[in-house]
């Protein structure tokens, strides 16, 4: 099962409580938070692609997925050759400058070890981070509307007004 960090768009409120709690977990964070002149902003970490272009330039097969299908590195391969970062569609992968190797998203993999969340999901205080299955999350969701749904209801006849049209 490929899971992923969802990200809900109108949740951010651009608080960066994520990106702290990614610079704690691993020194610099790899998570950013993008904010526009609209005042809408968007939190934005690797998005572990199915098939991703990282891994299939890597010369070295430094890069890999793991039974999650997180696309993780092995720091012991890796050779610094930056090619993963000019292949990623979204410039994701960063040089390390003091270790000369590449750093990049995991999605917590020593959090998800002791079956913790990734640590910018843990600390999302607005629910716009969700880490799973996108079968899951979107269930979650759904269900979770439909139950307000099924409140305002249950209170005004709305949905059962809605619901025999
Ligand atoms: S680093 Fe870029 S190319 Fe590789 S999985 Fe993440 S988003 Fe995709
Ligand atoms: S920088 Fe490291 S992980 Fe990226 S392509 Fe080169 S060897 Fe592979």
Redesign the pocket.
């Known amino acids: 099962m490929s899971k992923k960090i969802f990200i809900d768009f109108k949740r951010c409120i651009a608080c960066k409580a994520c990106e702290v709690a990614c610079e704690m977990e691993h020194g610099e964070a790899r998570i950013r938070v993008f904010e526009f002149p609209d005042l809408t902003s968007v939190a934005f970490n690797?998005?572990?692609?199915e098939k991703?272009?990282?891994?299939e330039v890597c010369p070295v097969n430094a890069?890999s997925k793991d039974d999650d299908g997180a696309?993780v590195l092995d720091p012991l391969k890796c050779i610094g050759c930056l090619m993963?970062?000019l292949?990623?569609?979204?410039?994701?992968?960063k040089i390390d400058e003091y270790n000369k190797i590449m750093d990049?998203?995991d999605l917590c993999a020593h959090r998800r070890a002791e079956g913790k969340l990734p640590a910018c999901v843990s600390a999302c205080p607005t629910e716009a981070l969700k880490y799973g299955d996108i079968n899951d999350v979107l269930w979650a969701r759904e269900g979770k509307i439909v139950a307000e749904l099924k409140d305002i209801g249950d209170r005004t006849n709305v949905l059962e007004a809605y619901l025999i049209r």
């Open positions: 690797c998005r572990h692609c991703a272009p990282c891994m890069l696309v993963c970062g292949a990623c569609p979204f410039g994701i992968p990049k998203c």
